[in-house]
């Protein structure tokens, strides 16, 4: 997905450069966006099914709270 995005990036750089329409490069920023969003749930996905569930299955409080706090703080950039 990520290199899609870029590709799609490299388009619409050039769209910028010929002086395309704006609402043409607006949509296309906008599935750049769409991509980019669908990556991180993916990413952050694989992250609770892996290192989170690995932290709290250790037995160790400190790291299962670390991860908590972490996944939290993302939660919170998220919600802004």
């Known amino acids: 997905m990520l290199k899609t995005a870029r590709g799609q990036l490299d388009g619409v750089i050039r769209m ?15 599935a750049i966006e769409s991509l980019v969003a669908k990556t991180n749930a993916t990413v952050l996905k694989a992250h609770v099914e892996g290192c989170v569930r690995c932290a709290c299955a250790s037995g160790d409080a400190s790291i299962r709270d670390e991860k908590l706090r972490e996944i939290e703080g993302v939660i919170d950039k998220l919600s802004r």
């Open 16 to 30: 910028v450069e010929e002086d395309r329409y704006c609402i043409d490069i607006s949509n296309q920023l906008m």
